[in-house]
């Protein structure tokens, strides 16, 4: 059968939201009581912090759907002297009122942000303030804009993405829905790279090509995987479904399904059960010590992290 997203945004077999043409609309109930949430969560920090008041109601309280409030943060972010936020936030809205899917895809991002990253406190706090989110859904709108051969903007978008967040994503990059970018920065993935749903990817991520193709040249990630940080995964792989990459890991080969991978160059460390990108536990019994000591190593001690290697 074909997968779905969020209120029920068809997917592709990789997970890539099914949105190059406009859609119809769609029912989203469940994205209904997120934005109520989410209003709602406005509302009360509105009156217990007198100072942020404005910055809410301009934000989230003044708009009537989770779709207008979106396009209005990210046009925020995203503006500068020659890109403002009102012609900003025009094509923004635009893309989203034709294309339900990736507004369910943005739900399903939230959605996992809030449920998998125990540093968020509501759904108010992801939407205005974690720039992972932010990066992605820029991302999901300049894929709309690529395939509908408005290159240049999109390029723009990625650019100026780039600058203001720290997360390099191409436009042509297929993403799948209730993906969760925790902390976001440093994050690099190539314009052929397919990433499923719900994964979880840390910061400092590489998703890149080897340097001497063309073509079709990054990784393909499945769906619930889980990428430490710092790790890179290097050429036209497959990461299978359920797999895990500890941090700091150099991957070069394939790694099957429901398998953990650790090291410089990676290695199979054992099997995985249950839904990694779900669960977020980096210290999986699967998982020898010698591997978790040399893992902290590397990434608590300067330059660590080049040295990291099993």
């Known amino acids: 059968s074909t997968p779905t997203g969020a209120g029920g945004a068809t997917l592709s077999a990789h997970g890539d939201p099914l949105n190059h ?70 094509i923004f809205r635009a893309a989203l009122a034709s294309h339900p899917s990736i507004v369910a895809a943005a739900l399903a991002d939230l959605a996992a942000v809030r449920e998998r990253d125990p540093a968020c406190s509501g759904l108010s706090q992801a939407l205005l303030y974690y720039k992972g989110f932010h990066a992605l859904q820029v991302q999901r709108i300049a894929h709309v804009l690529w395939h509908q051969g408005r290159r240049m903007m999109a390029s723009a978008l990625q650019s100026r993405s780039n600058e203001v967040f720290a997360v390099d994503i191409h436009p042509a990059a297929r993403i799948g829905a209730g993906v969760l970018l925790d902390h976001g920065t440093g994050v690099v993935i190539g314009a052929t790279a397919v990433i499923g749903a719900n994964v979880s990817i840390l910061q400092n991520v590489t998703l ?73 536990d980096q210290w999986s019994e699967c998982c020898p010590r010698v591997v978790a000591e040399q893992a902290v190593d590397a990434l608590t001690r300067p330059g660590g992290v080049d040295d990291f290697v099993i």
């Open 208 to 280: 890149g090509g080897t340097g001497k193709e063309s073509g079709d040249r990054h990784p393909k990630i499945g769906d619930y995987v889980l990428i430490g940080a710092s790790a890179t995964v290097l050429g036209n792989i497959r990461v299978g479904e359920g797999a895990q990459i500890a941090a700091g890991s150099l991957v070069l080969k394939e790694v099957p399904p429901h398998t953990m991978v650790a090291g410089s160059p990676a290695k199979e460390v054992g099997k995985i059960t249950g839904l990694p990108s779900i669960l977020m």
């Open 21 to 90: 043409k406009a859609e119809p609309p769609v029912s989203c109930p469940a994205g209904d009581r997120i934005w109520q949430t989410i209003r709602e969560e406005a509302q009360r920090d509105s009156d217990s912090e007198a100072l942020l008041s404005s910055f809410l109601h301009a934000s989230i309280l003044a708009h009537d759907s989770f779709p207008r409030a979106l396009a209005f943060i990210l046009a925020a972010r995203l503006a500068d002297a020659t890109l403002l936020p009102s012609e900003l936030s025009e």
